[in-house]
């Protein structure tokens, strides 16, 4: 069992930057690939980020290829997800998911974490 709490999240101008961090319990976090995914309101959950139990590979959704960044410390059981260059579009409420990464489109999470609002405004 793997359990995951995303912190970070908060009320930042457009332009602007945030850092997420996600926490995991367990010893087997470095066997896990990490995602990051986000919810906005009346919208169904989407792909932002991933990356690999080694964090030797990392893939992004179009819409935030450039701006956001996905990273991982092993050895403090966290993933992080760094986000710069802030769009009002980027408000929703992210979640960390823990399980396999192969590629875009390609991933599956077997936990995940309750999320943390991000909000942008203009």
């Known amino acids: 069992q793997v359990q995951l709490v995303e912190s970070g999240g908060g009320l930042v101008q457009a332009g602007g930057s945030l850092r997420l961090s996600c926490a995991a319990s367990?010893?087997?976090?470095?066997?896990?690939?990490m995602g990051w995914f986000r919810q906005a309101p009346g919208k169904e959950r989407e792909f932002v980020a991933a990356?690999?139990?080694?964090?030797?590979?990392?893939y992004y959704a179009d819409s935030v290829k450039g701006r956001f960044t996905i990273s991982r410390d092993n050895a403090k059981n966290t993933a992080y997800l760094q986000m710069n260059s802030l769009k009002v579009d980027d408000t929703a409420v992210y979640y960390c998911?823990?399980?396999?990464?192969?590629?875009?489109?390609?991933?599956?999470?077997?936990?995940w974490g309750k999320g943390t609002l991000v909000t942008v405004s203009s």
């Open positions: 990356i690999t139990w080694s964090g030797g590979m990392t």
């Open positions: 367990g010893r087997t976090f470095s066997s896990y690939g």
């Open positions: 998911g823990a399980g396999w990464v192969g590629g875009i489109g390609d991933y599956g999470m077997n936990y």
